[in-house]
């Protein structure tokens, strides 16, 4: 069962940058990595996903080793509003969300 | 362009009445699944759609629970005889098809069900 461990919280002051660190247990061969941003009381919210080297877009970077059972966000100089839940996923055979990591950006 | 739509956003129920939960993915979006989120918590799988079938149910909690799907648009999660424990924030996502594992999911902003 794919199963992902990232820490639970992580405090950080604006402008920042942020690294959220996710192990990958049991990621399967073709499965891609995910990370997704929740708000209170809204959905969560696509990121960025890849899988395998570095990828970046407007948001965050995405850094995957080679043996790919690990994964790295990284938020560029994080402001008050990056303040959320942020989940590592990658899909497996289940779709496991964990607890997640709740940053607090602090000013 | 719209996003996935849910209603009710929120609903108040008593204990053992029937509930049915309605969501909208984004059009286009063949693949759509429901997860339940309890306070502080991450989400729990429950169910997937590919179109109207439901290859993979393996994360309804028991037989109180059933979804279906019509259209390859609407789906609605039904809970029967509800409990106390089945209070949560219901979340749907959509995506579009091809391999689930690859495309990114769209969620709605979820049905906030609380079971007096």
């Known amino acids: 069962l794919a199963k992902t461990t990232q820490p639970i919280s992580m405090d950080s002051y604006e402008g920042q940058e942020v690294n959220i660190t996710c192990s990958h247990n049991n990621i399967a061969t073709n499965d891609y990595i995910t990370w997704y941003q929740q708000f209170p009381s809204q959905g969560p919210r696509f990121i960025i996903q890849?899988?395998?080297t570095k990828v970046t877009n407007e948001v965050a970077s995405l850094f995957i080793p080679a043996d790919r059972k690990s994964s790295t966000l990284s938020l560029p100089r994080v402001s008050l509003s990056d303040t959320a839940v942020y989940y590592c996923?990658?899909?497996?055979?289940?779709?496991?969300f964990g607890p997640g990591t709740r940053l607090s950006v602090l000013p | 362009g719209a996003g996935v739509s849910q209603s009710p956003s929120n609903k108040v129920t008593e204990k053992g009445k029937d509930v049915e939960l309605r969501c909208d993915p984004i059009s286009g979006h063949t693949a759509l699944y429901w997860y339940r989120q309890r306070l502080g918590q991450g989400l729990e799988f429950l169910i997937y759609f590919q179109g109207n079938s439901a290859p993979d149910k393996s994360g309804l909690p028991s037989d109180r629970f059933s979804a279906e799907r019509t259209g390859e648009s609407v789906s609605t999660l039904t809970i029967q005889r509800t409990q106390q424990e089945d209070s949560a924030v219901y979340l749907c996502?959509?995506?579009?098809?091809?391999?689930?594992?690859?495309?990114?999911?769209?969620f709605g902003d979820g049905t906030r069900l609380s079971i007096l």
């Open positions: 996502a959509s995506s579009l098809g091809g391999d689930r594992r690859v495309q990114p999911q769209h």
């Open positions: 996923l990658n899909y497996g055979q289940n779709f496991v």
């Open positions: 890849g899988y395998k």
